[in-house]
């Protein structure tokens, strides 16, 4: 009964690959989002939507790409990965009663 | 701006002790504040939030503690365990603007056994 779920766990690419986390959540939430924590363990927020619409697009390079096929899913693509890119990517969802946004468990992308 | 901060990076109490990890923000137009707990190689966890209405709000064994004032946020724990061990994240968000939550640099909170 995971809450907000990803896949993969552990990512381990080329420079140049392109390549897709994939974020799941049962919560009945409306909005998802995708943070970047880096080795410092600063989390950024990179992506939000709602209902599967975009509403949250920080500096982040148009390498990355997200697609909300329904509310209940919000996958991350990156095209031509870059070292910069190794980081732990976090998924996470909430819903408008509740600003509390539950976390997934991350994905470790490493660029080599 | 985005200056949500943490005045001590590390912290290490005894296993019964109380811990108290403190938090700075900047935009005093936050309405909504979060504690988050990280372990390791997991997601950050949602342990208790507070509104701005509120100065003080109390869970099991934590309690979070708001002063507008001066923009400082607490995480109380009482009786530490050394399941409590993690990194400490606040956040902060601004409903009635960006509803972007800016999160703080993080505290690691060592519990000796």
């Known amino acids: 009964d995971t809450a907000v779920s990803q896949t993969p766990k552990y990512l381990v690419t080329q420079m140049g690959n392109d390549k897709s986390i994939k974020c799941e959540q049962n919560?009945?939430?409306?909005?998802m989002y995708w943070y970047k924590q880096d080795s410092k363990k600063f989390l950024k927020i990179m992506f939000s939507?709602?209902?599967?619409?975009?509403?949250i697009n920080e500096t982040v390079p148009n390498r990355f790409s997200p697609k909300s096929p329904d509310k209940a899913h919000l996958n991350l693509h990156i095209n031509s990965l870059e070292l910069g890119d190794s980081a732990v990517y976090f998924c996470?969802?909430?819903?408008?009663?509740?600003?509390?946004?539950?976390f997934g468990p991350g994905t470790r992308l490493t660029v080599l | 701006g985005e200056n949500v901060g943490l005045h001590l990076p590390t912290l290490s109490v005894q296993e019964g002790d109380n811990s108290i990890i403190n938090c700075a923000y900047s935009?005093?137009?936050?309405?909504?504040f979060i504690w988050y707990k990280q372990e390791s190689g997991k997601g950050p966890q949602f342990i208790i939030d507070i509104r701005s209405n509120m100065d003080k709000r109390q869970g099991q064994r934590v309690t979070v503690l708001l002063n507008k004032t001066v923009k400082h946020l607490s995480l109380q724990i009482a009786a530490t365990q050394p399941g409590d061990s993690a990194v400490y994240f606040c956040?902060?968000?601004?409903?009635?603007?960006?509803?972007?939550?800016?999160f703080g640099k993080g505290t690691k909170l060592t519990v000796n056994p």
């Open positions: 919560l009945g939430h409306d909005t």
């Open positions: 935009n005093s137009a936050s309405d909504y």
């Open positions: 996470a969802s909430s819903s408008r009663a509740h600003p509390g946004q539950f």
């Open positions: 956040a902060e968000i601004n409903q009635g603007g960006s509803e972007k939550l800016v």
């Open positions: 939507y709602n209902n599967k619409e975009l509403i």
